[in-house]
T-cell receptor
Framework: SAVISQKPSRDICQRGTSLTIQCQVDSQVTMMFWYRQQPGQSLTLIATANQGSEATYESGFVIDKFPISRPNLTFSTLTVSNMSPEDSSIYLC????????????FGEGSRLTVL | AQSVSQHNHHVILSEAASLELGCNYSYGGTVNLFWYVQYPGQHLQLLLKYFSGDPLVKGIKGFEAEFIKSKFSFNLRKPSVQWSDTAEYFCAVTTTGANNLFFGTGTRLTVIP
């Protein structure tokens, strides 16, 4: 199994600012993902973080708003840019744990509140 | 588009009661199905999974789920819950080879001692 650590675990941010969330996995993983969980809603995939290349974004999410880096097989960052109150959410980093799709390990999440 | 429905938002049970949490999905192709659980203060973890074969799958801590293809359902069950089962439960679905895991909105289970 993999252990995923996220920083920060929570933060309160001002409108218009940007915040970068870090995700560290304790072992090399093939695939890493970023999810968002808005209040009262289900988890939604933002993007797949690709090692050494641009992330693959899901419909409704764009690189300018959520730039993602993945410099190696154990680390990724997600930036939430030009934040508004609608970005208040829990952001979750996850990694694929096996060969089959859907088996994921998750970090503890980063709870962002935008004022 | 794929979607997952969990109709129970909050379930409250006494210890030793039986549990069944509903999960329905909408997708016509071959699916992989999951239940994830998040205990208070912990991160989301896999409870059980179905890829193929026996539609009744068993997971950790005495949980099981049954895939009924004709009903597009994957309900979670446990014959006798414990206080330590208090958590939020998420049903999720994906298709073979796909990266996008679609989650339901979750069901909060509170077990009263």
């Amino acid at each position: 199994s993999a252990v995923i650590s996220q920083k920060p675990s929570r933060d309160i941010c001002q409108r218009g600012t940007s915040l970068t969330i870090q995700c560290q996995v304790d072992s090399q993983v093939t695939m890493m993902f970023w999810y968002r969980q808005q209040p009262g809603q289900s988890l939604t995939l933002i993007a797949t973080a690709n090692q050494g290349s641009e992330a693959t974004y899901e419909s409704g999410f764009v690189i300018d708003k959520f730039p993602i880096s993945r410099p190696n097989l154990t680390f990724s960052t997600l930036t939430v840019s030009n934040m508004s109150p609608e970005d208040s959410s829990i952001y979750l980093c996850s990694a694929k744990s096996g060969v089959r799709s859907g088996e994921l390990f998750f970090g503890e999440g980063s709870r962002l509140t935008v004022l | 588009a794929q979607s997952v429905s969990q109709h129970n938002h909050h379930v409250i049970l006494s210890e030793a009661a039986s549990l069944e949490l509903g999960c329905n999905y909408s997708y016509g192709g071959t699916v992989n199905l999951f239940w994830y659980v998040q205990y208070p203060g912990q991160h989301l973890q896999l409870l059980l999974k179905y890829f193929s074969g026996d539609p009744l799958v068993k997971g950790i801590k005495g949980f099981e789920a049954e895939f009924i293809k004709s009903k597009f359902s994957f309900n979670l069950r446990k014959p006798s819950v414990q206080w330590s089962d208090t958590a939020e439960y998420f049903c999720a679905v994906t298709t073979t080879g796909a990266n996008n895991l679609f989650f339901g909105t979750g069901t909060r289970l509170t077990v009263i001692p």
